[in-house]
């Protein structure tokens, strides 16, 4: 064993600790590594929020144009599709009106449609006559007569 020596002032005390408060903190950078400070922590913790915070404003954001881009391409297809729709019925001989009735998923079925259409709107074909079967005398004297007629008859039952 070494030998005993006395202590006397402040520095002889450090020196005498020094090796013993190094191998105490060896043993503990040993024991902790891989760990961090709650300080350390908190600073990671809030630099991860931020990161996930500009990733979810990113992705709204790519979200409004994926949205955008979406409304665009159906509105194109519309216009593609009520042009095919008219063209059609203009073929078959219908009114462009009837364009927007015409039913089906394609262009096959909408011709079909149109097609059938056509045959009923020339089989309903109904000529107006040539003449009214209604009699002519609509005037004052007329409905005073109809009156007194109706009177007549439901005052003698």
Same mark, same amino acid.
């Given at each position: 064993?070494?030998?005993?020596?006395?202590?006397?002032?402040?520095?002889?005390?450090?020196?005498?600790?020094?090796?013993?408060?190094?191998?105490?903190?060896?043993?503990?950078?040993?024991?902790?590594?891989?760990?961090?400070?709650?300080?350390?922590?908190?600073?990671?913790?809030?630099?991860?929020?931020?990161?996930?915070?500009?990733?979810?404003?990113? !992705? +709204?954001?790519?979200? *409004?144009?994926? /949205? @955008?881009?979406?409304?665009?391409?159906?509105? #194109?297809?519309?216009?593609? =599709?009520?042009?095919?729709?008219?063209?059609?019925?203009?073929?078959?001989?219908?009114?462009?009106?009837?364009?927007?009735?015409?039913?089906?998923?394609?262009?096959?079925?909408?011709?079909?449609? !149109? +097609?059938?259409?056509? *045959?009923?709107? /020339? @089989?309903?074909?109904?000529?107006?006559?040539? #003449?009214?079967?209604?009699? =002519?005398?609509?005037?004052?004297?007329?409905?005073?007569?109809?009156?007194?007629?109706?009177?007549?008859?439901?005052?003698?039952?």
């Amino acid at each position: 064993m070494a030998e005993f020596r006395v202590i006397e002032t402040q520095e002889q005390f450090d020196e005498a600790i020094k090796a013993r408060l190094e191998r105490d903190r060896e043993s503990y950078a040993k024991k902790f590594e891989g760990w961090i400070s709650p300080e350390e922590l908190e600073k990671q913790l809030k630099d991860q929020t931020k990161k996930i915070k500009a990733l979810e404003d990113a !992705a +709204a954001e790519t979200q *409004k144009q994926l /949205a @955008a881009k979406d409304e665009e391409i159906a509105k #194109g297809e519309k216009y593609r =599709t009520d042009l095919v729709k008219t063209r059609i019925a203009l073929e078959a001989g219908l009114k462009i009106e009837y364009a927007d009735r015409l039913m089906g998923e394609n262009a096959d079925e909408w011709k079909a449609d !149109a +097609a059938k259409l056509a *045959k009923d709107f /020339a @089989a309903a074909k109904v000529t107006a006559p040539l #003449g009214s079967n209604e009699p =002519t005398n609509t005037g004052k004297k007329a409905n005073r007569d109809k009156f007194a007629e109706w009177f007549n008859e439901n005052m003698n039952n």
